[in-house]
């Protein structure tokens, strides 16, 4: 088997692979394919729409990790931060004490206790529980 660092690799076509544009690690893949055994990192960062940067951040981590690097990871918080298992047993138990109380009396009830959430914090707890009132 031949090494790659002895061939220059021609401009690689995501089409010919069927590749879709969406396929985000895919693109990452032939970036940095291209980028290093192609036509260079000025070109292919070009191409896939990268900086300099990302381009070298991503060589990194593929060799630190392999190819989870190169998939996109959820945005956002990774755990959440206000509505903790125990503000959501308090809700639930504020919920059960007073089961006509509206999610702004709740809130008004946890604040006066010391705790700091919203109100829609708490609707979002009422409801993914189905604690709502009962409608006739």
């Known amino acids: 088997m031949k ?14 692979l069927n590749i879709q544009e969406s396929d985000d690690a895919s693109q990452k ?3 940095l394919i291209e980028g290093t055994y192609g036509q260079g990192i000025q070109h292919s960062i070009k191409k896939y ?21 190169l998939f996109n990871k ?5 755990i959440n931060y206000v509505r903790t298992d ?12 007073d089961p006509l109380a509206s ?6 009830k946890l604040r006066q206790e010391g705790y ?5 914090s708490i609707e979002r707890t009422i409801q993914e ?3 709502q009132k009962k409608t006739l």
């Open 116 to 120: 700091v959430i919203s109100v829609r």
């Open 74 to 78: 959820k945005k956002g918080p990774k």
């Open 103 to 108: 999610s702004q009396v709740i809130a008004q």
């Open 3 to 16: 090494n790659l660092h002895q061939h220059s690799l021609p401009n690689l076509d995501p089409n010919l």
């Open 49 to 69: 729409g990268y900086t300099e940067q990302r381009y070298h951040q991503l060589v990194r981590l593929f060799k630190e990790i392999g190819i989870e690097a």
């Open 29 to 31: 893949m032939l970036m």
């Open 86 to 97: 125990k503000m959501v047993q308090l809700i639930i138990r504020h919920r059960f004490l």
């Open 129 to 131: 529980y189905g604690l």
